[in-house]
């Protein structure tokens, strides 16, 4: 395959991500967890640079993920090697950290 990296893997993350985060989200809270546990879903995008992956998360994750922020005690994803912990009881937490390695 020819193309230009990382351009057209931020387009595709940008174009498909929103929706499948919000599937994630939607499945999710159909099984009907307890209030008490976080949920972390698995952004299984291209890993792209660190800066664009802070961008792209602040373009959509929030939206994207609202449907279970009164579902879950927490809401995070993991992208790479960045944790986006989203949401914390219902309100805004909006912090993006590179994950531990261990």
């Not at 991500?17 to 967890?33: I, N, Q, W």
């Not at 291209?46 to 939206?63: C, P, T, Y």
Request: positive net charge.
């Amino acid at each position: 395959m020819n193309h230009s990296y990382p351009e057209e893997e931020e387009a595709l993350c940008r174009k498909y991500g929103p929706d499948a985060l919000k599937t994630a989200c939607a499945k999710k809270v159909r099984k009907g967890y307890s209030r008490d546990v976080g949920l972390v879903i698995y952004f299984n995008f291209f890993v792209i640079f660190d800066d664009a992956q802070k961008q792209i998360a602040g373009e959509f994750f929030l939206d994207s993920t609202e449907a279970a922020r009164n579902h879950f005690r927490d809401v995070f994803v993991l992208w790479g090697s960045n944790v986006c912990w989203l949401w914390q009881s219902g309100k805004v937490r909006n912090t993006i950290r590179r994950a531990p390695v261990s």
